[in-house]
């Protein structure tokens, strides 16, 4: 079974551009997480829907940040305009509804800000 | 905002020997999981404790709640090269919700 998909892996823009990360979920999962790593700040949960509604986004830095999940098999994560402070790397996680718990990582995606 | 601290935050070791991570927080967790991460990689789920005091075996690895489950330490023994990794705690608040609160992260590298 293929695990979660992530695109690109690697990302390097100017500031001030748009940047859009996407991600593929497991098969069937009915929950999907955005998070953000950084050396400074770990592992932060930005975001995560469960049935393509968001659930709690209060982890989403600020208005420049938006994410959406049309639906169950797709999601997107948008910074626009993009700072250097957005370099990181981000990575997109699924669960299922019975196993909630259990969550599965993609490879992530490493975004760099110039 | 919950924290979680690890400790230590960086571990070098020979292989062969043993070692202990933990995982503390002031407050108290329904849950609390351990992941591994390698580089170029997503965290992966290693062992989910529920219980106040839960002890769980995974091979060489022993993982502890705390009694009070607002802490928890992983257990290596023998380690192996390919133990190497970033080891991470995450908590669920009691609260409900499906929200993972992720530790500070403990970089282990084990050498021949």
């Known amino acids: 079974d293929a695990g979660v998909i992530q695109s690109p892996r690697h990302e390097v823009t100017e500031m001030g551009q748009e940047v859009t990360l996407r991600c593929k979920p497991i098969?069937?999962?009915?929950?999907l997480f955005w998070y953000r790593q950084t050396m400074m700040r770990g592992l932060e949960l930005l975001i995560y829907?469960?049935?393509?509604?968001?659930?709690?986004d209060s982890g989403m830095p600020e208005d420049r940040f938006s994410a959406k999940m049309p639906n169950a098999s797709f999601s997107t994560l948008k910074i626009q305009p993009s700072e250097p402070r957005d370099s990181a790397v981000y990575f997109c996680?699924?669960?299922?509804?019975?196993?909630?718990?259990?969550?599965?990582f993609g490879p992530g995606t490493r975004l760099l800000v110039l | 905002t919950q924290l979680l601290e690890q400790s230590p935050q960086f571990l070098s070791i020979q292989e062969g020997e043993n070692l202990t991570v933990y995982c503390n927080s002031s407050?108290?967790?329904?849950?609390l999981q351990w992941y591994r991460q390698e580089p170029g990689e997503g965290p992966v789920l290693l062992v989910t404790?529920?219980?106040?005091?839960e002890v769980k075996k995974l091979k060489r690895l022993t993982f502890q709640f705390g009694d009070a489950r607002k802490d928890s330490s992983l257990h290596i023994t023998a380690a192996q090269t390919g133990d190497t990794g970033l080891y991470l705690c995450?908590?669920?608040?009691?609260?409900?919700?499906?929200?993972?609160?992720f530790g500070t992260g403990t970089q282990l590298k084990v050498e021949l």
């Open positions: 996680a699924s669960s299922s509804q019975s196993r909630r718990e259990t969550q599965y």
């Open positions: 995450a908590a669920r608040s009691t609260g409900g919700g499906n929200k993972l609160t």
């Open positions: 829907f469960n049935n393509n509604v968001p659930i709690d």
């Open positions: 404790v529920v219980t106040g005091g």
């Open positions: 407050s108290v967790f329904s849950s």
């Open positions: 098969s069937g999962h009915d929950y």
